[in-house]
Nanobody, 117 residues
Framework: EVQLVESGGALVQPGGSLRLSCEAS????????MGWLRQAPGKGLEFVSG???????FYADSVKGRFTISRDNAKNSVYLQMNSLKPDDTAVYYC???????????GGQGTQVIVSS
């Protein structure tokens, strides 16, 4: 059974930082592109960032320069370091996997990030 368990969400002030983590199990982690999606209140699911098995990252324009994705294939984990957070970053963040970095399979309950003063 594929499992993606997210953690690290919190309430943070604008300009603050958070680090999200995702622990994966039930599949060969190193073979998949891993990523993060988010869903803001009342909006659809949005791509945030992805990382190829080689470690090459890619980002949505809205987070480029502020967020950094990384992965540890030995720990079956992917991370999202979020800096300079804005209220528009408020959303439930989901870990996801993909064969090629386009269509994503998200799992788990997500982790809530609230950026507010």
């Amino acid at each position: 059974e594929v499992q993606l368990v997210e953690s690290g969400g919190a309430l943070v002030q604008p300009g603050g930082s958070l680090r999200l983590s995702c622990e994966a199990s039930g599949f060969t982690f190193s073979l998949f592109v891993m990523g993060w999606l988010r869903q803001a209140p009342g909006k659809g699911l949005e791509f945030v960032s992805g990382i190829y098995s080689t470690g090459t990252p890619f980002y949505a324009d809205s987070v480029k320069g502020r967020f950094t994705i990384s992965r540890d294939n030995a720990k079956n984990s992917v991370y999202l370091q979020m800096n300079s957070l804005k209220p528009d970053d408020t959303a439930v963040y989901y870990c996801a996997r993909s064969d090629y970095g386009t269509d994503w399979d998200r799992g788990g309950q997500g982790t809530q990030v609230i950026v507010s003063s």
